[in-house]
């Protein structure tokens, strides 16, 4: 279970501010896997920091009674200097899993070749991503939270990524971003819809495809 009680975040500018969440108050259920839509620019990614701790919020509070990943796809807590072996293993100490299974699970999974034996700083992005998502993978949350990183590499790759995440999430939940609706449909049985800093939750995921397609659709007038 997540529970969003309260949660607000917005962001100082020039002369004014911009909420991205205001005074949002949504449970997502334990085990459910909930596909979050929005229009570009609305929050996901910044609602994923908060929910994981990477970021906070501005005000409210994300209670959880499980482990949360952090972001799969974001790469902005790997140290550039250290190599992606290195960081793979001060993230198992960090989460207390077994060192060598998860560098091996990583290096297998990732496919980096020899850069898995190079500094993060010569990786390129969709490099950085599947390093992420192969840790993230290997750890065993009770939440994964997903940053459109399945559709980094080739379709092989891909749909690599979709298997060991369906595998996942047989024994763990999810608070999925993707554009891809299909993708959204296979993998998720709840959604989320994040539009002007309101979340509306959705026990049925068309229905929430649903309602997001018509805020893309009244945005492009």
Known sequence: MIELRNLTKFFPLADSYETVLDNVNVTFPTGASVGLLGRNGAGKSTLLKIISGTIHPSSGAVISDGTISYPVGFSGSFHRELTGLQNTRFVARIY?????????????????????????????????????????????FDTYLVDEVTSVGDGAFREKSTQVFNARLKSAGAVVVNHNPVLIRRVCDMGAVLEDGRLVLYDDIDAALEHHEHNLQKARG
């Open 96 to 140: 207390g899993v077994d060192t060598d299974e998860l560098v091996a699970f990583v290096r297998d999974f990732a496919e980096l070749g020899e850069h898995f034996f190079m500094p993060i700083r010569t990786y390129s992005s969709g490099m950085k991503s599947r390093l992420s998502f192969g840790i993230s993978m290997g750890i065993p």
